[in-house]
């Protein structure tokens, strides 16, 4: 294995594993795999690059700390010679982290200094410039990540955010320095007199520079976009000869569960629900039980075939106001653990193509089916929307999964991601 690659949440591991597998034209990528936690036994020995999935976004700083931990000492007796700390482009984390006290862990282990930070995913819309982090035209902190339910993001300084997190000084590469190529940029970090350094990037071309310039970096921190050029360092070494996935078919009966309230999942749920059965869950009886996994089950058996859609969604105010009801961890928890129930039982009951929407449900579900199937390995397939890949568990009675980050993906996602499961392109 050649690349390890440390997630703290699913559906972002998805994301890097699709931009680690595919590559560039005409280059190709690396044989990936997406692994649910740190692996009991060795990876398969044709896999190049390793992601494993945590769940840690949001779990208490020691468990998400000790957790990269363990998947750091899998990956290096894998043979990982370059480590990314994967997070998400919108850098969810809150004042306290658990992004800093990760990577300061992480680079204490690796003895690596400078490490760069850079969650610019071009493609979807952030970019970072003068070190501070846009969504489209607006700041991180105007975008309507201000009032995310888990991970309020107020302040779009990336180094002032992350410097309330970690012990280490945080720096910057201005744009001007990337723009004028790897050489550059090597350059700025050999005189880097900080630990953390936060590099600029607008455009792919960017970041496919700064994925050069950390050619032999130990350690990199970004969103799946830094993985850009990475794959490349290695073809063009006569490392790896350059990969491109194999699509696979899977068809079979289908449902969709969205646990996600961001704008782009509300908007991908009426357009579904325009054409399509759905089952609105009542958060409430969630709560005091009286909605429990077998009415989500029965709802998709009646309605198979159509493209049944299972959701728990709401406005910013709805959510805060659950939250001040119930708390917000036990609210997180109970929809978490109703929609794992939800797909494993359906997958039991023969389901075979599973939509999944919002990262927390995302982890959950993937946890549950990994543990249901004894399936740690993930294949992955042909992307769907920028992001988003299918992922395949098992061999002959092969299950398709999409894991949806909740403001990914085009208003028609849904049915998109069930068509190209089937079709396998």
């Given amino acids: 294995m050649l690349i390890g690659v440390i997630a703290d949440d699913f559906t972002g591991a998805s994301d890097i594993a699709n931009t680690l597998a595919k590559g560039l034209a005409p280059e190709g990528g690396l044989r990936t795999a997406q692994f649910s936690g740190v692996p009991s036994g060795s990876a398969p020995a044709e896999i190049e690059a390793g992601v494993i999935s945590f769940k840690s976004r949001t779990a208490p700083i020691h468990e998400a700390v000790e957790d990269s931990l363990a998947a750091l000492e899998w990956l290096r007796a894998q043979g990982c010679s370059q480590i990314v ?49 846009f969504v489209a035209d607006r700041l991180l902190s105007a975008s309507g990540m201000e009032r995310h339910p888990l991970t309020p993001m107020t302040d779009a300084d990336l180094r002032r955010w992350l410097s309330h997190q970690t012990r280490s000084l945080v720096g910057h590469i201005p744009y001007s320095v990337v723009l004028r190529g790897r050489k550059a940029v090597q350059a700025a970090l050999r005189t880097a007199d900080t630990r953390f350094v936060i590099a600029d990037a607008i455009a792919d071309q960017d970041l496919l520079t700064l994925g050069q310039a950390l050619s032999d970096a130990p350690l990199i921190t970004g969103g799946s976009g830094i993985a850009l050029g990475l794959p490349g360092n290695f073809i063009r070494a006569g490392i790896a000869d350059g990969h491109v996935p194999t699509p696979v078919c899977v068809s079979g009966p289908e449902a969709i569960l969205a646990g996600s309230c961001s704008g782009a999942t509300r908007t991908q749920i009426d357009m579904h629900a325009a054409n399509h059965p759905v089952f609105a869950i009542d958060v409430p009886g969630v709560m005091n039980g009286a909605v429990v996994a077998d009415m989500l089950v029965a709802f998709c058996k009646e309605n198979m075939g159509c493209a049944p859609l299972v959701y728990s969604s709401a406005t910013p105010e709805e959510v805060a106001a659950l939250q001040r009801q119930f708390g917000r961890e036990a609210v997180a928890e109970k929809l978490d653990a109703l929609f794992a129930e939800t797909a494993t039982r359906l997958v039991a009951h023969g389901y075979r193509r599973i939509v999944v929407a919002g990262g927390e449900t995302s982890g959950a579900v993937a946890q549950a089916l990994s543990r249901a199937l004894s399936e740690p390995a993930m294949t992955i397939g042909p992307e769907i929307d920028p992001g988003v890949p299918v992922l395949t568990l098992g061999e002959e009675d092969r299950i398709a999964l999409a894991l949806k980050s909740g403001n990914f993906g085009a208003p028609d996602f849904f049915s998109k991601a069930l068509k190209t499961m089937e079709q396998g392109a």
């Fill in 85 to 133: 700390f994967k997070y998400c482009s919108t850098f969810d984390s809150t004042e306290e982290g658990n992004i800093g006290p990760v990577a300061d862990a992480l680079a204490d282990a690796l003895g690596a200094d400078p490490v760069v930070f850079c969650p610019a995913f071009p493609t979807t819309g952030r970019t970072v410039y003068q070190g501070h982090l």
